[in-house]
């Protein structure tokens, strides 16, 4: 692509190793096509904007009944605080604690492992089955694997098939 830029100083963190390192989580199927899985920083993108996750978070952290209130609350809040109509909230989620890090960060990977997990939960029981999902990180940034209880090589496929549209990585197990 490029040897680099002119100004050498500028190659730091960019190019490694020799190679341009973009930021992007990408991998290659078995035919060599290479697909662009998402991006290793936390950014949204939505509607061609690029949105900091921060954007959304910041606001939402400073209303005054946080431990309380109700998605609905917090949607109209999240609203009136974000002045970027793209960047509000699709969907709120309330949960009992929020993972963080050992320095005082929130801690996002398990916020999307969760969130993966329930992506797939939903789909199982709009296809009337039940399993396990468990998720970490993997080949696309995401791995889930979805272990089937009582079910046939035909919805193993067919979930696998719904699965695949996703951008985590997936394994049905029978």
Do not use: C
Request: charged share 25%; proline share 5%; net charge negative.
């Amino acid at each position: 692509m490029s040897p680099g830029y002119r100004n050498e100083s500028q190659n730091v963190g960019t190019f490694v190793a020799g190679e341009l390192n973009s930021g992007d989580v990408a991998y290659t199927d078995a035919d060599g096509r290479m697909y662009n899985a998402g991006r290793s920083k936390d950014l949204i993108i939505r509607s061609a904007h690029n949105i900091d996750p921060l954007m959304i978070e910041n606001p939402l952290q400073r209303h005054p009944a946080v431990a309380l209130a109700t998605e609905e609350e917090l949607r109209t809040f999240a609203e009136a605080k974000i002045g970027e109509r793209p960047a509000w909230p699709k969907e709120i989620r309330i949960i009992d604690a929020i993972p963080m890090t050992a320095v005082g960060k929130i801690f996002k990977p398990s916020l999307r492992e969760n969130a993966a997990k329930r992506t797939v939960r939903t789909v199982l029981v709009e296809r009337h089955l039940a399993g396990d999902v468990v998720a970490g990180g993997g080949l696309r940034a995401m791995s889930v694997t979805v272990t089937l209880a009582d079910s046939n090589h035909d919805d193993a496929s067919q979930l696998q098939e719904i699965l695949d549209g996703y951008l985590f990585q997936t394994t049905i197990k029978s």
